[in-house]
């Protein structure tokens, strides 16, 4: 039977499978915060609101920084992909490369219970 990992929450074992989890990575000569930072900050139409959540102090406030902004009108369209690169970055990282493959065959599954959908 193959083992579900699904608790990505601080203080765990596996937090560091969080878009939450603060790790510094960078694209294009921007230096992101966390994967949430970038995937917030994709988001927007404009480059002084993408600005805005890329200096967010926390995760959390790029994700509510991220609720406010208008929206690029592919969104719905592209957010899977912009989530796959952001996390082929985020796991450049030596360190959290060899925790994301200590996992195995594992199935990793982000559950969280406030309905998160994106």
């Not at 988001?43 to 200096?55: F, G, W």
């Amino acid at each position: 039977m193959t083992d579900i990992i699904r608790n990505f929450y601080p203080n765990t074992d596996y937090c560091f499978l969080s878009n939450f989890f603060e790790c510094e990575f960078t694209f294009m000569g921007v230096v992101y915060k966390s994967v949430e930072h970038y995937f917030q900050a994709a988001k927007a139409v404009n480059e002084k609101s993408a600005q805005k959540i890329i200096n967010a102090k926390t995760p959390s406030i790029a994700k509510s920084l991220g609720r406010t902004i208008v929206k690029r009108k592919d969104w719905e369209d592209i957010k899977i992909d912009v989530m796959r690169f952001a996390l082929k970055l985020k796991f450049q990282d030596k360190v959290l490369r060899e925790l994301l493959l200590e996992t195995g065959d594992a199935i990793l599954e982000e559950g969280n219970t406030w309905n998160d959908v994106w």
